[in-house]
């Protein structure tokens, strides 16, 4: 069965709006969460690495302040698109530490 | 800098065709190399984990083989179901999070 589920699958969101993607772990603790983003037709690549109860930290390139990300429990991960424009359009995946096997579904964000 | 470099870039197939994907890998110490499969607007499927040259491991109609330096994906006898696209990754030593190729998209042809 599912590891982890994310959620939403898809989102639509108007430029200069906020959107939340979560990504829960099932049945087990995650004390870290892995953040990619996936532009079509182009390698998964690393956004962030979250961690439980303290800062997530970003791969370069990143900004911190754009992608919020929040671990504030062992199973719930989320990352906090803000102010997001076209160029944020994008396919985010998360995956827990330690569980290489599993990624989530996937949240598709189209920002018009 | 770790690089992965995955061709062909598509592949179409017949049904029946067997043909093999490459994984060309440059890693500062090999933790893992991993397979997955990826279908359109879903996350990652995993398929295997190498851990070492000369390993290999099979799953119905895929295998998986590692050297130091790339990873071959071979399919045999694919059907329609196995279209997707294939994913190469490598877990550095010492770090956690894996490093993605850009994928290969198998066709496979009715």
């Not at chain 1, 983003?37 to 930290?57: D, V």
């Not at chain 2, 850009?102 to 042809?109: A, K, N, Q, Y």
């Amino acid at each position: 069965g599912a590891v982890v589920s994310q959620h939403p699958s898809r989102v639509i969101c108007k430029s200069g709006t906020s959107v939340k993607i979560e990504c829960r772990s099932l049945d087990f603790q995650a004390t870290t969460m892995f953040w990619y983003r996936q532009f079509p037709k182009k390698s998964l690549m690393l956004m962030a690495t979250s961690n439980e109860g303290s800062k997530a930290t970003y791969e370069q390139g990143v900004e911190k302040d754009k992608f919020l990300i929040n671990h504030a429990s062992l199973t719930l991960s989320t990352l906090t698109v803000t102010s997001a424009h076209p160029e944020d359009s994008s396919f985010y995946i998360c995956s827990p530490l330690g569980t290489e096997a599993f990624f989530g579904q996937g949240t598709r964000l189209t920002v018009v | 800098e770790d690089q992965v470099t995955q061709s062909p870039e598509a592949l179409r197939l017949q049904e029946g065709e067997s043909s093999s994907l490459n994984c060309s890998y440059t890693v500062s110490g090999l933790r893992g190399l991993f397979w997955y499969r990826q279908d359109p607007g879903k996350g990652p499927e995993f398929l295997f984990t190498l851990y070492s040259a000369g390993e290999e491991k099979e799953k119905e109609r895929l295998k998986a083989t590692l050297t130091k330096k790339e990873s071959f994906l071979h399919i045999t006898a694919p059907k329609p179901e196995d279209s997707a696209t294939y994913l190469c990754a490598v877990q550095r030593t010492g770090a956690n999070n894996l490093f993605f190729g850009t994928g290969t998209r198998l066709t496979v042809i009715p």
